[in-house]
């Protein structure tokens, strides 16, 4: 037998049960036997944006789909393809190397591949956004349980929600690990996402030019004591980052990145995300405990019950 021309997709990816991760690698009744067993699924919602010019412009999908791996292989959980072009706020246009996809027509993806991930059985839908559009995809939730008619728990999570702990830390001289600190908030291809890539995918950093080309600083219309950082972290601002018209990367940031990514070490990275994988994969394991496969609460509405559209019983006009 020849070999497969991509390891990605054309070898099986196993979870630590000896079963599939990935939904695309699965045949129909490997689907129908998982969803028997755990009916969880994660959607990656990633991007593809300019990341500088020491990362990959799939960061942010790559992570998101490296977290999820691994959190399927501790629990059995499935994969499914994932999404890799999102939705961006108006400062990340233009830049070479991002493709954004405007707001309605994310919800609209998202919400139609929920209904039929649904349809296949996966009664328990985790949304894993890995982009900055976490404004954007609780609409994409409410679309399928309103407009596809859904019937699954839906839930819409970003993995940096899962170490807001630990993202807080930055800059205070704490330490998230023993000797290890993160010097600037979380932003944007900076110190923490940079870190991050180059530990779930190390191979795609350029550490020559991250040395030579990784500081840039963090230039504002509104100082950061009235604006979050990326991520949401701090919960005393007034606005959340996307709720601010920021300055145009374009021509602020033409080099693609915010901050100072110089300070990026795979071992931030590392902190960073086991802990997200041990923590989300202690809910998943909660989860299937507290609502075996095919069990979930009640999340939809039946129409017939509303009253705009009653009574169902009518008389003839008079002649």
Excluded: C
């Excluded at 970003?158 to 993160?182: F, N, Y």
């Amino acid at each position: 037998m020849s070999a497969p021309l991509s390891e990605r997709w054309g070898k099986p990816v196993l979870n630590k049960f000896g079963k599939k991760i990935y939904l695309d690698q699965m045949t129909m009744k490997e689907i129908e036997e998982r969803v028997k067993e755990n009916d969880v699924v994660f959607l990656p919602v990633g991007s593809t944006e300019a990341h500088g010019p020491f990362a990959p412009v799939g960061e942010d999908t790559i992570i998101g789909v490296s977290i999820a791996e691994r959190v399927a292989y501790e629990t059995g959980a499935t994969v499914a393809p994932p999404i890799p072009y999102g939705s961006h706020p108006s400062h990340h246009y233009g830049m070479p190397g991002t493709i954004p996809v405007k707001a309605t027509t994310l919800i609209e993806y998202v919400a139609d591949v929920i209904r039929w991930l649904s349809n296949a059985g996966f009664k328990k839908i985790i949304v894993w956004n890995s982009h900055g559009q976490e404004y954007v995809l609780p609409i994409a939730k409410d679309v399928a349980i309103l407009e596809r008619e859904v019937h699954a728990l839906i839930l819409v999570t970003s993995w940096w929600k899962w170490v807001q702990d630990l993202l807080r830390k930055a800059g205070t001289g704490e330490e998230i690990a023993p000797g290890v600190k993160l010097e600037t908030p979380f932003v944007h291809a900076d110190e923490v996402e940079t870190s991050v890539t180059w530990y779930v995918a190390p191979d795609l950093i350029d550490e020559e030019s991250l040395k030579k080309e990784g500081d840039w600083g963090v230039v504002k219309a509104i100082p950061g004591s009235y604006v979050n950082t990326a991520g949401n972290v701090f919960p005393d601002r007034p606005f959340n980052w996307y709720d601010v018209s920021h300055l145009p990367e374009f021509y602020y940031y033409k080099k693609g990145f915010v901050g100072w990514a110089s300070k990026a070490h795979p071992k931030k990275g590392e902190v960073l995300v086991e802990e997200v994988i041990k923590r989300v994969s202690e809910f998943v394991k909660w989860l299937l405990s507290i609502y075996p496969p095919g069990k979930i609460p009640r999340t939809w509405i039946n129409y017939g019950d509303f009253f705009y559209n009653k009574p169902n019983e009518w008389v003839e006009p008079p002649k």
